[in-house]
């Protein structure tokens, strides 16, 4: 691959607001910095394939459910034959694939594997991988690991694209469609068993309808949320009265949110997977780290 001329994306301050805007949503750090940079290589990669000439709608993929990518590590691109996910990586030693993609069979044709320049300027396509050529050995309680090698360069994806048999389509009836709706409630409220997640999500993969009704959905209950906070703060705010006698007016101040921006401690002992969490993946981390084992397989 080296002999391969580099191929760049460039990451605009558009990306990063889009990215931002997104995750700034989740309360959870972990969840937050996960979901920024999902975010920003599915957009990435939508910049590359529009370069390509190769068509896709940026909002038909199931990232863009607010639930979906709270709990699931995933940046997916969905074309009329073949489902893309996205990995952003920060050292070509250690690129990792989410075992959950494997446990809720909800694996793509083909992940993207991109390396972030420490400036965070860019990313450089590495290439693509097959899940099939995915070695399951190496690997910790969330990720399995693969090496540079395995790795399909990008020259050859526009021949994968053009011979794909693949299809990403199925249709539901209406009945279908109003029985997964239930499934959508279930799963915004966290009372949704594991094997009905799993067919959802499945079928999620596979149905444009269903996926906009979910983001509708949650759309809806988002609207309704801030009303309801809205008249809530407003009712508080007319009760509150100073020692003075004056009205006390609160100012809801939102932090801003900030990203992992400092790879240049990213885990040196990546390779020793029993001790990498997905939380360090994608965290900053202070302090030096002890060198890790090289792992050469």
Known sequence: MDSQQDILIYIDENDKSEARAIAKTFADNNVKNRAYFNILGARLAGKYLASEGIAMSPVDNLHNIRKVLEEVDIADVILPKTHIDVRVIFDDRYIFIPKSHFELNILPHIYFIFLMAKDQSHVKFLGFVEPAAINQELQNDEYYFITKEK?????????????????????LSQEELQNFEESIIDMTDNDIGLLEKKILLKVL???QEL???????????L??????????LNETENTKILPSGEEKTDTIQQDEFEVFENTDDFFENLSQTEDVKSENLYNDIDGEMSPGTENNN
């Open 151 to 171: 790795l399909q360069t990008p020259e050859k994806l526009n021949f994968y694209l053009d011979n794909a048999k693949m299809f990403t389509r199925t249709e």
């Open 205 to 207: 993969t596979k149905n």
């Open 211 to 221: 996926r906009n009704k979910f983001i509708e959905f949650e759309n809806f209950e």
């Open 223 to 232: 609207i309704s949320y801030r009303v309801a906070n809205e008249y809530d």
